[in-house]
Protein backbone atom coordinates (compact mmCIF):
# COMPACT_ATOMS: atom_id res chain seq x y z
CA UNK A 1 0.00 0.00 0.00
CA UNK A 2 1.59 3.55 -1.02
CA UNK A 3 1.18 6.17 1.63
CA UNK A 4 3.18 9.27 2.99
CA UNK A 5 3.43 10.34 6.21
CA UNK A 6 3.41 14.38 6.22
CA UNK A 7 5.15 16.41 9.25
CA UNK A 8 6.59 20.29 9.68
CA UNK A 9 3.55 22.01 9.89
CA UNK A 10 2.50 24.48 12.14
CA UNK A 11 1.60 28.40 12.90
CA UNK A 12 4.28 30.59 11.94
CA UNK A 13 5.13 34.61 12.17
CA UNK A 14 5.23 36.40 8.77
CA UNK A 15 8.50 35.99 7.97
CA UNK A 16 9.55 33.13 9.10
CA UNK A 17 10.17 29.94 8.53
CA UNK A 18 9.30 25.99 8.25
CA UNK A 19 10.28 23.11 6.56
CA UNK A 20 7.35 20.30 5.54
CA UNK A 21 8.55 16.57 5.53
CA UNK A 22 6.83 13.67 3.64
CA UNK A 23 7.58 10.19 3.67
CA UNK A 24 6.70 7.18 1.70
CA UNK A 25 6.21 3.47 2.60
CA UNK A 26 5.29 1.20 0.21
CA UNK A 27 7.13 2.21 -3.05
CA UNK A 28 10.42 3.96 -3.83
CA UNK A 29 10.11 7.81 -4.28
CA UNK A 30 13.20 8.14 -6.78
CA UNK A 31 10.87 6.09 -9.56
CA UNK A 32 8.44 9.16 -8.69
CA UNK A 33 7.91 12.95 -10.13
CA UNK A 34 6.74 14.65 -6.52
CA UNK A 35 5.17 18.01 -5.71
CA UNK A 36 3.64 19.96 -3.31
CA UNK A 37 0.60 21.52 -3.29
CA UNK A 38 -1.84 23.58 -1.03
CA UNK A 39 -5.47 24.24 -0.26
CA UNK A 40 -6.99 27.42 1.43
CA UNK A 41 -10.43 27.48 2.61
CA UNK A 42 -12.58 28.52 -0.35
CA UNK A 43 -9.80 28.32 -3.08
CA UNK A 44 -8.63 26.08 -5.61
CA UNK A 45 -5.51 23.03 -4.97
CA UNK A 46 -2.71 24.85 -6.48
CA UNK A 47 0.45 23.23 -7.30
CA UNK A 48 3.31 25.07 -5.78
CA UNK A 49 6.93 22.70 -6.44
CA UNK A 50 7.40 20.02 -8.40
CA UNK A 51 10.25 18.36 -8.99
CA UNK A 52 11.13 15.38 -11.77
CA UNK A 53 13.13 12.54 -11.37
CA UNK A 54 14.49 12.11 -14.74
CA UNK A 55 16.41 15.22 -14.94
CA UNK A 56 15.99 16.31 -11.26
CA UNK A 57 14.37 19.80 -12.47
CA UNK A 58 12.32 22.12 -10.58
CA UNK A 59 9.05 24.22 -11.20
CA UNK A 60 7.47 26.96 -8.98
CA UNK A 61 5.10 28.93 -8.65
CA UNK A 62 5.40 32.84 -9.29
CA UNK A 63 3.52 32.68 -5.57
CA UNK A 64 6.38 30.68 -4.03
CA UNK A 65 9.36 31.39 -6.34
CA UNK A 66 12.55 32.38 -4.54
CA UNK A 67 11.06 31.87 -1.03
CA UNK A 68 10.43 28.01 -1.54
CA UNK A 69 12.46 25.22 -2.05
CA UNK A 70 11.93 21.47 -2.83
CA UNK A 71 14.14 18.96 -2.23
CA UNK A 72 14.40 14.81 -1.94
CA UNK A 73 16.36 12.62 -0.15
CA UNK A 74 16.19 9.17 -1.95
CA UNK A 75 17.92 6.81 0.71
CA UNK A 76 15.23 8.46 3.04
CA UNK A 77 12.85 7.84 0.54
CA UNK A 78 11.62 11.43 1.47
CA UNK A 79 10.54 14.51 -0.27
CA UNK A 80 10.88 17.74 1.64
CA UNK A 81 9.64 21.99 1.03
CA UNK A 82 11.51 24.57 2.63
CA UNK A 83 9.54 27.62 3.48
CA UNK A 84 11.30 30.89 3.94
CA UNK A 85 10.14 34.68 4.17
CA UNK A 86 6.41 33.29 4.69
CA UNK A 87 3.53 35.43 4.51
CA UNK A 88 -0.07 35.60 5.50
CA UNK A 89 -1.27 34.23 1.95
CA UNK A 90 0.72 31.07 2.44
CA UNK A 91 -1.72 29.63 5.28
CA UNK A 92 -3.11 26.28 3.76
CA UNK A 93 -3.33 22.98 4.03
CA UNK A 94 -0.25 21.31 2.11
CA UNK A 95 -0.09 17.93 0.92
CA UNK A 96 2.89 16.28 -0.59
CA UNK A 97 2.03 13.92 -3.59
CA UNK A 98 3.81 11.65 -6.07
CA UNK A 99 2.99 10.85 -9.95
CA UNK A 100 3.91 7.25 -11.34
CA UNK A 101 5.83 9.07 -14.64
CA UNK A 102 9.41 9.21 -15.33
CA UNK A 103 9.09 12.67 -16.97
CA UNK A 104 11.06 15.64 -17.57
CA UNK A 105 10.37 18.96 -16.34
CA UNK A 106 8.46 20.06 -18.63
CA UNK A 107 6.05 17.18 -18.17
CA UNK A 108 6.31 17.96 -14.71
CA UNK A 109 5.43 20.94 -14.61
CA UNK A 110 2.09 20.83 -16.78
CA UNK A 111 0.75 18.22 -14.34
CA UNK A 112 1.21 20.37 -11.18
CA UNK A 113 0.07 23.84 -12.99
CA UNK A 114 -2.95 21.10 -13.44
CA UNK A 115 -3.27 20.70 -9.61
CA UNK A 116 -2.47 17.15 -9.17
CA UNK A 117 -2.95 15.77 -12.44
CA UNK A 118 -1.80 12.43 -12.86
CA UNK A 119 -0.64 12.66 -9.19
CA UNK A 120 -1.85 9.16 -7.89
CA UNK A 121 -1.13 8.88 -4.51
CA UNK A 122 -1.32 11.87 -1.47
CA UNK A 123 -0.64 12.50 1.80
CA UNK A 124 -3.04 13.50 4.24
CA UNK A 125 -1.78 16.90 4.51
CA UNK A 126 -0.81 19.58 6.94
CA UNK A 127 -1.48 22.56 7.71
CA UNK A 128 0.52 25.91 7.83
CA UNK A 129 -0.67 28.88 9.40
CA UNK A 130 0.89 31.79 9.20
CA UNK A 131 -0.10 34.94 11.29
CA UNK A 132 1.17 37.54 13.73
Known amino acids: QLQFVESGGGLVQPGGSLRLSCTAS????????VGWFRQAPGKEREGISCLSNKDGHTYYAGSVKGRFTISRDNAKNTVYLQMNSLKPEDTALYYCAAAPVFAGIGTVQAMCVMRGSNFNSWGQGTQVTVSA
Open 26 to 33: GFTLEDYA
